[in-house]
């Protein structure tokens, strides 16, 4: 049983369309994040999210909108891609705010 | 300086060897230190996690905090061909936020 899911695994896309990426977990975790890791294998925080309330939204363009329905999901929404938005994209959890991750397995987003 | 330092690597090191992995920290990270250990293509996996100085250790793995130094550490004892990964070096900034080094890269010789 997976325990953080993504989908999709690959997303190939043309500029300028709208793409989400969604993100389950089954570990009863109450904090959710997103990621970007660049072609440098950077990672960096995107937004966090605990028991569904928002605690993270870092400097990233307002073309990214993450949505959580409940503490078990998070998707993410992206307007208007551009170049510079592909990378691989990882959703994790963790049991509260400060603990360890799990990761899903990673979106890997390519815009063209 | 950035917020958590790591030197990229590679890092070769013969099968059987200790590898060990450093990190440096700069004051806006604090608390906690976790270790990821992230194979290519794949996402990245926690393998230790360490609040308090002094040593911890799990199975082949040591992680090793020195706060006053603002250095953590990872020793992998041991180290076999399936070590071979990039490893991460994780801290918490505030209560929130957690910051990751750009990771070393880890490659032990058959």
């Known amino acids: 049983d997976t325990a953080v899911s993504q989908t999709p695994k690959y997303l190939v896309t043309q500029m300028g369309n709208d793409k989400s990426i969604k993100c389950e977990q089954n570990?009863?975790?109450?904090?959710m994040y997103w990621y970007k890791q660049d072609s440098k294998k950077f990672l960096k925080i995107m937004f966090s999210?605990?028991?569904?309330?928002?605690?993270i939204n870092e400097t990233v363009p307002n073309r990214f909108s993450p949505k959580s329905p409940d503490k078990a999901h998070l998707n993410l929404h992206i307007n208007s891609l551009e170049l510079g938005d592909s990378a691989v994209y990882f959703c994790?959890?963790?049991?509260?705010?400060?603990?360890?991750?799990?990761f899903g397995s990673g979106t890997r987003l390519t815009v063209v | 300086q950035k917020e958590v330092e790591q030197n990229s690597g590679p890092l070769s090191v013969p099968e059987g060897a200790i590898a060990s992995l450093n990190c440096t920290y700069s004051?806006?990270?604090?608390?906690?230190f976790f270790w990821y250990r992230q194979y290519s293509g794949k996402s990245p996996e926690l393998i230790m996690s360490i609040y308090s100085n002094g040593d911890k250790e799990d199975g082949r793995f040591t992680a090793q905090l020195n706060k006053a130094s603002q250095y953590v550490s990872l020793l992998i004892r041991d180290s076999q061909p399936s070590d071979s990964a990039t490893y991460l070096c994780a801290g918490t900034s505030g209560t929130y936020k957690y910051i990751f080094g750009t990771g070393t890269r880890l490659k032990v010789l058959a």
């Open positions: 999210y605990n028991n569904k309330e928002l605690i």
């Open positions: 004051d806006r990270v604090s608390q906690s």
């Open positions: 570990l009863g975790h109450d904090t």
């Open positions: 994790a959890s963790s049991p509260r705010t400060g603990d360890g991750y799990t």
